[in-house]
């Protein structure tokens, strides 16, 4: 039998369904309760009492001081890079494997991206790579760094915590303040991972969550910005809405900004999702535990699995192929989905799309192997919770 | 008695209502019904039926040829923008007198506002003013537009509807036509408004629809971009659904791009909001005449109604204080906000606001006289349609 067969078999012993698709949400709690409220009172719109619990329920379980929800993790990460000072002609290092809204959100800023490689041990950021590129290419004068080759500020890093797998936040740190630099993580996939115990999004000045439908938690559509700092969070909320002056009646608004916010409507959904994450939580790892067993015997793939020290909330499970075979990957994605079990690829280097191929880039070995090895699996907590 | 005392009295008179917002969402159809499908289903995010068909039932409703759901109105604003090649470094003529957003999408396209007088018909752009700005400091080389003074092109002009009264757009096609300049519509306030029976947002090249809490028809938050051009469409689409190719399984886009999609869940409420919108319009008729019974005998003030050849949502009644007692107008507002009827001036004038007051503009006096007499009345349907 060929390894694509093989693996379509095995997905299919776990997920025990025959057409499954590879992230659905899982509304099992008090979703419709609060959308109805909305719709019997009326309040639907960007004011309402499930945006500010929303704000408060995700500062309460990340540990994070504040969160300000928005529209999406995209707005969400653009806002927060302008919270950090992230200006036009400035370059942030961001992963090349990453979803395209990392690149969008720094150039929506009018910043450029500066691609960094990746880690094999964490999916993200490779630090030690990166620290060596920035002892080639950086310089720091007067607490600013320079990119050598293109003269430009390199403002900011983001983090991004590929499948919910945590970067290592105190390297990271370490590093960027080496070098002056702001750290601004994408947690877009990582809420409920955490390292020694702290969770993702709480290390870097602030971060960004996305609600969207296929994340462990959403609200349709929808992101936040996580900071400890009060300033910030009172700037995020007011570039995300307009930066309207508050007033009884009056419509003046103070600088260039965006109407960024999150509908209570979406809020309220998003209320119900975060009151069962740890339900969702306890199913993605057994959900581990399951591909790991059913894949155990099988010398030329592995299931990827948190690094010692963190926990991942495993949003999408992830398995890697032998370096040796990467080139049947598409046919083991052919194959699965074929058979009506939903597998992806991960995203074409970022560094590599036509918009972005100019940009700074440091080499990046370790992602074009990665890009060539993962297959994420079906992963919704469904197949261990069970059909409603 | 005092004007504003006077007028608070007959503003109670026609709201009946000790405590009276500006503009409520009505909420009297099949809300509920379409969002528990979305929940019960699963399918609350940017891919669903609700999006597909909310985008069909706005084509057929104002007879343009393809509808695009997008975020919200700014949002659909910047890409319409787009969609007709306004570039980063030109300008883009729009009224003074709008809601900031008009002014903040031209910025998101890194473009600059040019700010246009109103017209006291209409409240809109004042046409033949225009036309005089135009031969002053715009002239035409190889079709392309240019102002003189900043040496910048000017790409395009934003007609934006007021309260849902239509500017006269066949006199402003002409002018543009003139000029070699692109017309998108700002038709956020106007769904339900027509010009000789044909929908406004249906004579520019584009238009962009709002869905914020506050319009006649509400998703939560969410906006719609309308055209003619099949190709047009399509390209709204793509930028606004980060400009991923389609593929079955590979991450690949083409161009830097937004995540500007309207949720499932959203377009649910919107489907539903639609379904009623002639009798929301019927109610807003009435209370335009209740309102013009109730200030009859005061000569010092008008209740502005539609000018002949269109037809006003009245998406918000709109008094305007006579030009010698406009010093009064604050006394006015505090008097009926502090009697539980909430009523609002008019914008600040985009050009005077800290970000745009250095921005490119024509002698505003229309404007500004507007800007001092305007007052906007409680303009809820349920106060025809009754409480529930």
């Not at 299919?12 to 499954?20: H, N, S």
């Not at 395209?100 to 500066?114: D, K």
């Amino acid at each position: 039998m060929q390894l694509a067969e093989i693996i379509t078999e095995r997905v299919r012993r776990v997920t025990a369904t025959a057409k499954v698709a590879l992230h659905e949400p899982c509304f099992r709690g008090r979703e419709l309760a609060y959308v109805t409220e909305c719709i019997e009172t009326g309040w639907v719109s960007s004011v309402g009492s499930y945006v500010d619990r929303f704000e408060r329920d995700l500062a309460a379980y990340t540990g994070a001081k504040h969160a300000v929800v928005v529209s999406n993790g995209t707005s969400g990460l653009q806002i927060a890079l302008q919270l950090v000072g992230v200006e036009a002609g400035d370059e942030v290092l961001i992963p090349a494997l990453s979803f395209v809204a990392t690149a969008n959100a720094v150039r929506h800023c009018g910043a450029q991206p500066h691609f960094v490689d990746s880690d094999e041990a964490s999916l993200g950021i490779g630090i030690a790579a990166l620290a060596e590129h920035l002892g080639q290419v950086a310089e720091v004068l007067a607490g600013v760094c320079r990119n050598k080759r293109t003269g430009r500020r390199i403002a900011a890093v983001v983090p991004m915590h590929t499948f919910g797998h945590p970067v290592d936040m105190p390297a990271l740190l370490e590093l960027a303040a080496r070098y002056h630099i702001e750290v601004v993580e994408d947690a877009a996939e990582s809420l409920g991972s955490t390292i020694g115990g702290r969770h993702t999004g709480t290390f870097g000045r602030c971060s960004m969550l996305s609600f969207n439908g296929n994340k462990i938690v959403t609200t349709g559509g929808g992101g936040a910005i996580l900071t400890d700092d009060a300033a910030l969070a009172k700037r995020a909320k007011h570039l995300s809405t307009t930066a309207k002056m508050p007033h009884a009646w009056a419509f003046y608004h103070d600088e260039v900004a965006y109407n960024y916010r999150m509908p209570n409507l979406n809020a309220a959904l998003g209320c119900a999702q975060l009151e069962q994450i740890d339900g969702f939580l306890d199913a993605k790892r057994e959900l581990t535990q399951r591909y790991l067993e059913a894949f155990s015997d099988l010398p030329h793939v592995r299931l990827f699995t948190e690094r010692p020290g963190t926990r991942a909330n495993y949003w999408l499970q992830t398995l890697l192929i032998a370096p040796e075979l990467a080139e049947q990957r598409d046919a083991i994605l052919a194959a699965t989905n074929g058979a009506g079990q939903m597998t992806r690829p991960v995203w074409e280097l970022l560094s590599t799309l036509p918009m972005y191929r100019d940009c700074a880039s440091m080499a990046t070995p370790v992602a074009q192997d990665l890009a060539r090895r993962i297959i994420n699996l079906p992963s919704s907590p469904q197949l261990i919770m069970g059909a409603v």
